[in-house]
Nanobody, 117 residues
Framework: QVPVAESGGGLVQSGGSLTLSCAGSPRFAGIATMGWYRQAPGEQRDFVAL?????????ADSVKERFTISRKYAGNADTAFLQMNDLKPEDTAAYFC?????????WGQGAQVTVSS
């Protein structure tokens, strides 16, 4: 079983919107922090947003006011969502979801987001 499975992404025009989803592991339902990093070609992986098990959120300055992270419990696991609005060409990157618990990080497979100008 893949610990963290993400979906979403795609190609969108500048100013458009996309939503990424991240299905967490049932082992960490309700107890893990979830979030996203992104990595553009030739660049380092940068923090985007996170949401704690209690619902506290944090965002990178570059996405504040445009991106919203949320989570819900359904079935037997948490799913996190990253709603991305007013997308810009500089948001183009591979987005990696993660789940963090007890100092261990579990990464998703990545989802490509491409924003055309």
């Amino acid at each position: 079983q893949v610990p963290v499975a993400e979906s979403g992404g795609g190609l969108v025009q500048s100013g458009g919107s996309l939503t990424l989803s991240c299905a967490g592991s049932p082992r960490f339902a309700g107890i893990a922090t979830m979030g996203w990093y992104r990595q553009a070609p030739g660049e380092q992986r940068d923090f985007v947003a996170l949401i704690t098990e209690s619902g506290e959120t944090h965002y990178a300055d570059s996405v504040k006011e445009r991106f919203t992270i949320s989570r819900k419990y359904a079935g037997n696991a948490d799913t996190a969502f990253l709603q991305m609005n007013d997308l810009k060409p500089e948001d183009t990157a591979a987005y990696f979801c993660y789940e963090l618990y007890a100092g261990n990080v579990y990464w998703g497979q990545g989802a490509q987001v491409t924003v055309s100008s």
